[in-house]
């Protein structure tokens, strides 16, 4: 029996889109107003779903407090208030929703071991969501 | 590197589950209320899955404004604040939400080019969805 | 000791904005694509709050069970998946949320005896809601 | 062409996560607050995903009015209002929300014959959620 | 300038609804399935809003670091995973969420003193909630 | 008859809480992690109430398109996708909520004449919220 379970959180950070090979023009097409140059905001939840066979003891997955530890280790403390165009992670890559998604799938995957990391889903706004699942 | 991004749209219509090739007996057993000859509405929330490599260079699966511009255009302009069996998709089909899938999932599928459309899905109401993938 | 019990209910329905007594070039700049004349749809949602003492004994205002029977047998049943136009209440009165608000205030408060009726809130969309308080 | 319907139920209940073959100190490490002796609580939502053909004529999967039937008459009915823990099902088993999961899968997949059980999603919380489609 | 701020927390708990002064069979018209001898549990949302001037200079009615640390210490961790009919709080008194809400109201009001304690709503389900400002 | 219309809008902006009247140590014992240099964001959602009598013709407290125009023209995209700290209306005042539901409140007082403003609320994350009516 394989069951899956998928825990929420959140943060606030600010960026802006900006890819410095392109020109000011091509950005502006590309982006938008996503481009403007003071950045502006977005308040992120992130879904993280784990899968693997339910404990025929405890009846669990995996311990959600061991989950919480990592994922508020590793992740929420790290982007929490930040402006992610000026973490070391987003100094060559932009720090679109698919590219932070991609980033905290590999956060994840390379260091959770209590359950497979199945998929990490990102809401950028109430209209918008990301999902990668390390394909 | 595949991601996903759904995207969220909404339009309001009404609409009345009636099979003409069935007796008004068997309409009201399968459809209920639904069948009531004045016809009935909702609030259609729509989210569009498109999914495809993530760009190196843009960090997007495909440009927002692209989608958008096509869903507009093709399904909220053409569904929005309508009665959808005065439509001609739905002259021979009844409009139930499984059928309003498929027809919004084959107008992307067959016009949208900037990324594969994986699935859509609606919600009726707060209670039930509908989805389709082109299976 | 008074405190507020609010209870939340929905329905679905058609309606279209139309008022016989303006014109039709007034009609349509009033009220837009509401006034399509094959009409649309909502799910509504109402939020019927009460008001009185914590009774001392029970420990509530009134009981929920007498406060979904009336608004069931009054409100739900009356409007779920019909044609707001063609309701006697809406004859002669344009069925805008705004007037179904006081149309449904004045069947609880006149009926409803077990608290006061405090106030109507319903959701025509995410976006919207109206409220009557009987002032 | 095959689509989904997504159903959505919920039911109020208490449950106490203690497993009878820990000793008292592995029960507090592995359930923390959840092992408190006089049990705690809460509203669970029920996501019920059935899958199959869109019937031609009636243009549905199934009839809702089905689906209700049974899952109201086999699973909310059988929960609602009730300490899990007092219930046969969890007699040997922790009521985790991976094993009710697994108990409700297995209750309407093998009672349901009007289209294919294809997932129960169960949200505990508004921070988790739980998945079981039957592998 | 006065203005309002509104917290939310919530925190899940069992209850039974009985009281001991009236008959078994008046407890059941009463109660319904709630008086279930076993208990049952919600997940509890707390609003609490405060009202007060915005303070020229921090341009904040109060901070919330200062709220939270208050609501926490003397609301969410004395209920949290808790039977409510075993606090001392609800010995007497039958633990409705009016009753709940009078008693988290009174505790927030008689020991904050940044802003004034201006309501507290009690979201008891996604159906139901309960309000006291004091009156 | 008086009635209430809410409407909801959302931008996404930036900011820093940072009051240069203050010590930098003070800075960091009011704000916390909203003062860091780099500034972070949010999704801002905006709830603007109007009162008024019901429009015994139009069955409307007041024309959704006006207020959409107004709020749209003066607010949203005054705010949208800007660092709130870079705008004149915030080099004086720091830009916590507070000031902005009533810098918000303010601007749509001014200038709409349509119904009366009688509320601002503004969701800044989905735990706060703030509102301002003028007093």
Not at 41 to 64: A, K, R
Request: proline share 3%; hydrophobic share 35%.
């Amino acid at each position: 029996m394989r069951a899956h379970l998928t825990r929420r959180y959140w943060f606030s950070a600010s960026h802006r889109l900006h890819c410095s090979t392109m020109s000011p023009k091509r950005n502006v097409q590309t982006y938008g107003k996503c481009n403007n140059i003071h950045g502006h905001g977005h308040d992120y939840f992130i879904e993280v779903t784990v899968v693997g066979p339910v404990n025929s003891e405890t009846g669990m997955i995996c311990n959600l407090a061991d989950l919480d530890t990592f994922v508020n280790g590793t992740v929420i403390e790290r982007f929490d208030h930040e402006n992610l165009n000026m973490l070391p992670e987003f100094s060559e890559v932009v720090p679109t929703t698919e590219n932070l998604c991609v980033e905290i799938f590999n956060i994840l995957n390379g260091g959770f071991h209590h359950a497979a990391i199945e998929k990490v889903r990102i809401e950028e706004t109430s209209q918008n969501s990301f999902e990668y699942t390390g394909e």
